[in-house]
């Protein structure tokens, strides 16, 4: 089997193209929850704080007049990215019991009984009685 092959084997599985289409939609939602964190979330709960901006908060290492010099351990931007995969892990968190809840319903579910023969299978069932018993 030549590489290329199995390399449109490989791709051509729907488990590949599904992790594909979910990497995408998650960078989608990432970008989503970041901007609901830093833009909706965090200006109310700084202003609870009295009046803290998250993002500015930084611990100075080492000053300098040049900003791009300066040495800070940026730990608003942390708490932000802490609270970020925060709403995400729960989102997740969520959607997984959601789709358990399905499996569950789809196991528990009853098989349907199975159909009756046809006539035709009735009939050969008949002959192949009568052929035994001879």
């Not at 200006?43 to 901006?53: A, H, N, Q, V």
């Not at 046809?118 to 018993?133: F, S, V, W, Y």
Request: proline share 7%.
């Amino acid at each position: 089997m030549s590489i290329a092959k199995e390399f449109r084997d490989f791709i051509n599985r729907g488990s590949v193209v599904d992790l594909a289409v979910g990497v995408i939609i998650g960078a989608a939602f990432g970008k989503i929850v970041a901007s609901f964190v830093a833009d909706v979330l965090m200006p109310p709960i700084g202003m609870l704080l009295g009046g803290i901006d998250f993002s500015n908060i930084a611990i100075t290492l080492k000053s300098d007049p040049d900003p791009k010099k300066a040495v800070l351990l940026k730990i608003g931007v942390f708490i932000n990215q802490i609270i970020d995969f925060l709403i995400v892990a729960f989102a997740i968190f969520l959607v997984v019991k959601g789709f358990n809840h399905l499996r569950k319903k789809e196991a528990e579910k009853k098989p349907d009984a199975p159909p009756a023969p046809t006539p035709d299978q009735q009939l050969l069932t008949e002959i192949r009685d009568i052929l035994k018993a001879k």
